[in-house]
């Protein structure tokens, strides 16, 4: 079993839908996660880090269930400019495979 | 905000030949960079961890004589694929730890290095 896990999608979602994604993780002694965002043939950047109490950072929610080992990535009123790959990632440096978002007209 | 600045951001070379990817923290010193390497439609697979001043730690199954890595300063990290072949393209991305969020680390990535070999 791979360490994190994803969906790697694609999710097609028309814009203004609300969409979300998760992330498994294998090992139970992680202790920080996070989401990135990869453009394509780009680097990926740090999109929010993720709390054992859920954060908010405008139309993104993450949130963390330590119970069942995954984390979520929840975006609302999706923007065309939200289409991109999000990869999660677990600490020890292991990534995702990505969720691949493509919003729509 | 800190930026790591990668380059050559592609290249092109004839199977056989050596290709050499520098990664550098400008504004801020990295003891710590790491590798990675992403195919088309996959993750970031860790490739090795470079430390300044030291020898590089590497991941299961990367091969460090074919992977060469020198971090001979606190801002820059190189990384030489020696003997390239075709199986050898693929998207090179290096990354240093610039911040922390609840103690764990955050990283900034470079903007990669696509290499395709002949």
């Known amino acids: 079993r791979k360490e994190v896990e994803q969906d790697p999608g694609p999710f097609n979602v028309p814009e203004g839908a609300t969409v979300a994604f998760n992330c498994t993780y294998s090992n139970s002694a992680s202790q920080s996660f996070f989401w990135y965002r990869q453009d394509c043939r780009k680097e990926p950047k740090l999109l929010m880090s993720?709390?054992?109490s859920g954060n908010e950072d405008g139309r993104f929610t993450a949130q963390l269930n330590r119970a069942s080992q995954y984390i979520s990535l929840l975006i609302r009123d999706s923007k065309l400019s939200d289409s991109a790959t999000y990869l999660c990632?677990?600490?020890?440096?292991?990534f995702g495979t990505g969720t691949r978002l493509q919003v729509t007209l | 905000g800190a930026v790591v600045s990668q380059h050559p951001s592609w290249v092109i070379c004839k199977s056989g030949t050596s290709v050499k990817i520098e990664c550098r923290s400008l504004d801020f010193q990295a003891t710590t960079m790491f590798w990675y390497r992403q195919f088309p439609k996959q993750s970031l697979m860790l490739m090795a961890t470079s430390n300044e001043g030291s020898k590089a730690t590497y991941e299961q199954g990367v091969e460090k004589d074919k992977f060469l890595i020198n971090h001979a300063s606190l801002t820059l990290s190189t990384l030489t694929v020696t003997s390239a072949h075709p199986e050898d393209s693929s998207f090179y991305i290096c990354s240093a730890k610039t911040g922390s969020l609840s103690g764990a680390n955050v990283l900034t990535f470079g903007a990669g290095s696509r290499l395709t070999v002949l």
């Open positions: 990632h677990a600490s020890k440096l292991t």
């Open positions: 993720v709390y054992s």
